[in-house]
């Protein structure tokens, strides 16, 4: 069985920077993108960015325009992990964020394409 595991929450303020792990465990997983989706109380998941590998040396990102600019998803495909790098944070961004993995192609903003969850990490930024 395959385990993703997200590290790095924490609480900031706003202007910080946070940056978020994920490593998958467990048998070899294969897939073709990794995302961070988030959730705040009271709210839907939502997509936050992907990252989807093409080749071996080729990769391509993709953000929620909420984030756009200000967040950097980045990955390693042979190592399965995915990290996000959050600068510029708002209290906005506050929510418990997690990380997903895909066997399949596109669509990568939605949640029901990914196959693979972790338990979440919590990011709190106060103003």
């Known amino acids: 069985q395959v385990q993703l595991v997200e590290s790095g929450g924490g609480v900031v303020q706003a202007g910080g920077s946070l940056s978020l792990s994920c490593a998958a465990s467990g048998r070899t997983l294969i897939s073709v993108a990794m995302g961070w989706f988030r959730q705040a109380p009271g709210k839907e998941r939502e997509f936050v960015a992907a990252?989807?590998?093409?080749?071996?040396?080729?990769?391509?990102?993709y953000y929620a325009d909420s984030v756009k600019g200000r967040f950097t998803i980045s990955g390693n495909n042979a190592e399965n992990t995915a990290f996000l790098q959050m600068d510029s944070l708002k209290p906005e961004d506050t929510a418990v964020y997690y990380c997903?993995?895909?066997?399949?192609?596109?669509?990568?903003?939605?949640?029901?394409?990914?196959?693979?969850w972790g338990q979440g990490t919590q990011v709190t930024v106060s103003s």
């Open positions: 997903a993995a895909t066997r399949l192609y596109g669509l990568y903003y939605r949640a029901d394409r990914y196959d693979y």
């Open positions: 990252v989807s590998w093409n080749s071996r040396s080729s990769s391509s990102t």
